[in-house]
């Protein structure tokens, strides 16, 4: 990795034999948790450390920093992709029940602006574009792919043809080529999105592919290729993204779905529950 976007911790481990006692107290702090560079000035963090200002300074010009400013802003950029290194606060000194009323807010407000910020129009015609498809295809990477799976498990009993990728040994291709403008593809973009999703939306788009992308709010560049765009909110307190007001926009939509394929959807699902009691899949 080139030295000017090296991260924090590898500099850290890189120099650590030629810190100060008083700097390798510094590190540790900020190994603790470095999300603290993105939100403290060079003094608080200093006296969070108990050194001085200069050595804050020092510390940061002696791992390959051109100033505290420069590492800030690097600090910065990681918390705004998602990096739960980042976004992992120092341990709070609050009682646990004031942390899960904290939580609990943070996830009652992401799922109320979520659901405001949703345009009536844009989702009637998902809905509609979903439940007329020849097929479905979903799509999402990595905890991504978590929520496509959600999406999968709720469309394939009222829809005829729906798919979930990536597939285990397949490649892209091998699906793709097989959609047109009478498909569609709902695409899972959250924060720290692998490359491939937008590769594989770039083609889709060349291909006319209907396309919705279902996002955080800071969509990235994968939302220009897409038909319509649902942001969620996933913010919280604490380290780990919310899914709370994901899973709600995405529970919506199946349901609408099957409300918008009528008898068609129901047809389908009654098949699917006689095979379950022949097969005596569930119990």
């Not at 609050?94 to 939580?103: M, V």
């Not at 009652?108 to 097929?135: D, G, H, M, W």
Request: a neutral charge; aromatic letters at 4%.
């Amino acid at each position: 990795m080139n030295a000017k976007t090296a991260s924090l911790e590898g500099r850290i481990r890189q120099h650590w034999d030629q810190l100060s006692l008083h700097e390798q107290r510094l590190a540790d702090v900020l190994l603790a948790a470095p999300g603290q560079l993105a939100m403290n000035t060079a003094t608080e963090l200093a006296q969070s450390a108990g050194v001085s200002k200069a050595t804050a300074t020092r510390f940061f010009r002696h791992i390959g920093y051109e100033s505290y400013d420069a590492a800030r802003r690097q600090a910065r950029e990681m918390q705004n992709s998602g990096s739960p290194l980042y976004l992992q606060a120092v341990p709070s000194a609050s009682p646990l029940d004031t942390l899960i009323q904290n939580h609990l807010e943070k996830e009652v407000s992401s799922l109320v602006n979520t659901f405001r910020s949703l345009e009536t129009e844009q989702l009637e015609a998902c809905v509609k574009t979903i439940a007329r498809a020849r097929r479905v295809v979903v799509m999402g990477w990595r905890h991504s792919q978590t929520i496509a799976m959600l999406i999968y498990r709720d469309l394939v009993h009222i829809h005829p043809d729906v798919q979930l990728l990536p597939r285990a040994g397949d490649s892209l291709a091998e699906h793709l080529a097989m959609l047109g403008p009478q498909d569609i593809v709902i695409c899972v973009g959250l924060r720290r999105r692998m490359p491939a999703l937008e590769t594989a939306m770039n083609a889709l788009h060349e291909m006319h592919v209907p396309m919705l992308y279902i996002s955080d709010v800071l969509a990235g560049k994968p939302a220009k290729h897409a038909n319509w765009v649902l942001r969620c909110h996933t913010d919280v307190n604490l380290i780990f993204d919310s899914t709370v007001a994901l899973s709600g926009v995405c529970n919506l939509l199946c349901s609408l779905v099957a409300r918008s394929m009528g008898k068609t959807g129901s047809y389908h699902l009654a098949s699917i529950e006689t095979l379950h009691q022949s097969l005596d899949e569930l119990e």
